[in-house]
């Protein structure tokens, strides 16, 4: 039998609530509403000004709009680097479906158009935490609207633009290239980075968490393209200078050369080339040894190219006329304890004869002669010892030590080339004092119209004293008979330095050097050419890097529409004459 329960009996319920404890759970409840309409209208009129900035570092994303970077062009227009659109190709990890059967099925297709192993792309995609990854960057427009109309769920693509290069490795060192943000890493594409580069603009959007655009927000900001430039180069001579310089140095089992050709009236670098090369965008292999822009960041002791020079300022302060005679007899000469030699001896030489036979012995007697302050002035006023002034990058100075520390036999081994030290660079600009009426004029990698103003550094008729000089040497007789050009008159300097590494020289490894212009009466180009530690049987730069010249020369002439100034083919002796090393 159940027995009913009297609540009303409970001593607990039967107590009495006070009115209090009610009012207080109800002004509470009141006070809570209070509360939560407060930090509305906070939110919603006070600080709506954070909130917002808050929705936006979770939502509003500013895309940069790339800028088109500008070309950089030859003297005649042709385009020696330009940016064409690519694909780079990147994944949101956790939205690629990578069980389904239909993503599976689409794997290896993109796998293939990506040019990457199977393997290596489900790699990419298999870490499900990550929301963004770099799948591929830069590659062909054509492939990357390939790879959308494959439609994978989590693979996106981005418009972004790719440096071509039509001239390949002719003409690396002197363009150079970019990285994949289209950034100037080498040569003209670093020098002039910001102009070509141009300003990205911006748009700011709203994204979903997909990462895709739903709606804009505020004005955008349109990219500005970068600015095309023009440089003095002539692709053409370019392309032959380099594919000469290229078939000596393997004929030669050479390290490697280069080759400057310079426009003498206006400075105008119309060639610059290195072996080995590489092409700019395919550097997948690069090494230090393709890199290296030769001509302008390596220095060389310059060797018997340094004798004009001596042979000038002897002419310059009248100690000498051309036809002076200078007794070389016995073939060396001792100062100050050490030996310098001829590889003949020579006998009675005139002046014009020590720059023919490239004696060792008649240039020393010459420098012994002078101060080596006034040897110091004059070998500096032509650019040695200083940084060319040339917008490019890597340029360096050379080393010439100030003359109060020259010792004789140091003062004795520079007149020929020995104890200081240039770039093949800096060497064609020296020879500008010989084309230019004895003014050096500053080179440039820019195109340019004018004729360049120079600074003196030997009077007109002591230039064109060395420039017949010059003439001989590569003449009948002379150090550099494979210079010679059919239809044109050539001067020049070979030069053939013992290599140093270290503090001593390596015993067979030589620089073969030459340097001259054409027409030698009234110059319009010069030319430097020099090959690194030739080894196939010849060595001197009369027969190694003069024939670099003759061919450069001729083909160059041509194309700048100069007139043939000699009807006589090239003299060259059967055993020609070899230079003092």
Known sequence: MSRSVLYTSSPLLASKTPVWRSRFIVGMIALGFVGLGARAAYVQVVGNDFFLRQGEVRFARTLELPANRGKILDR???????????????????DVEMQAPEVRAKLPELAKLLEMPLAELQAKLADEDKTFVWIKRQLDWETGQKIAALDIKGIYQRKEYRRQYPEGESAAHVVGFTNVEDKGQEGMELAFDKLLAGKAGSRRVIKDRLGRVVDGVGEEVPPQDGRDMQLSIDSKVQFFAYQKLRDQVEAHKAKAGSVVVLDANTGEVLALA????????????????????????????????????????????????????????????????????????????????????????????????????????????????????IAFPGAVSGRLRPYKTWRPVEQATMSYGYGLSASLFQMARSYTVFAHDGRIIPATMLKSSESAVGVPVFSS???????????MA??????????????????????????QIGKSYAAGKYRA????????DKP????????????????????????????????????????PDIDVKPQIVANPVEESL
């Not at 092409?279 to 190219?305: H, M, Y």
Request: aromatic content about 6%.
């Open 274 to 389: 290195n072996y080995p090369s590489y092409v700019p965008d395919k550097r997948k292999n690069l090494t230090g040894e393709q890199l290296r822009n030769r001509a302008i960041t390596d220095t060389f002791e310059p060797g018997s190219t340094m004798k004009p020079f001596t042979v000038g300022i002897a002419l310059e302060t009248k100690r000498v006329r051309p036809e002076t005679v200078i007794d070389t007899n016995p073939g060396r000469i001792t100062i100050t304890g050490s030996t310098i030699s001829d590889t003949h001896n020579y006998g009675a030489l005139t002046v014009e004869g020590v720059i023919q036979k490239s004696s060792n012995v008649g240039t020393t007697k010459l420098a012994m002669q002078m101060p080596a302050k006034e040897m110091w002035e004059t070998f500096s006023a032509a650019g040695f010892g200083q940084k060319p002034q």
């Open 461 to 471: 008729k002591t230039a064109s004293q060395v420039r017949k000089m010059l003439e």
């Open 76 to 94: 005649n227009g042709l385009i020696l680097a330009s940016s064409v659109p690519a694909a780079s190709i990147w994944a949101i990890p956790e």
């Open 513 to 520: 050097w030459f340097t001259g212009m054409a027409p030698i």
């Open 524 to 563: 319009r180009i010069i030319v430097a050419v020099m090959v690194d530690e030739p080894s196939n049987g010849q060595v001197y730069g009369g027969l190694v890097a003069a024939p670099v010249f003759s061919e450069v020369v001729q083909q160059t002439l041509r194309m700048m529409g100069v007139q």
């Open 474 to 499: 590569a003449g009948p007789g002379g150090t550099g008979q494979r210079a010679q050009t059919l239809g044109y008159s050539v001067g020049g300097k070979s030069g053939t330095a013992r290599k």
